[in-house]
């Protein structure tokens, strides 16, 4: 399963924060055992690929199995949530 997490520079900094969304996936990666792996995309930096999601908001994640999307969110989730959407 791989986890997508989409940002952009201006949800960046709160993104990177104790209260953001990337170091809680980062930790569920880690405790993961590498059933999960992450990936980060910087929508202004790589517009195909936010076009190719389908992205309208961010932050956005996605889930991804066997390279398909099985799962999204969009805002600020928390860690039981985030949990919640890998299943």
């Known amino acids: ?6 940002y952009n ?5 709160t993104e990177i924060g104790e209260n ?5 996936v980062e930790e569920i990666a880690a405790m993961s055992n590498g ?7 910087n929508v202004d930096e790589e517009p195909a690929l936010s076009s190719a999601f389908g992205i309208a908001s961010i932050p956005t994640l996605v ?6 999307v099985v799962n999204s969110a969009v ?3 928390s ?9």
């Open 1 to 6: 399963i791989f986890g997508i997490n989409l």
């Open 9 to 13: 520079m201006y949800t960046a900094v």
């Open 20 to 24: 953001g969304v990337a170091p809680v």
């Open 35 to 41: 059933e999960f792996k992450v990936g980060k995309i």
């Open 63 to 68: 889930v991804m199995k066997d390279k398909k």
């Open 75 to 77: 805002g600020f989730r």
């Open 79 to 87: 860690k039981e949530e985030i949990l919640a959407l890998l299943k």
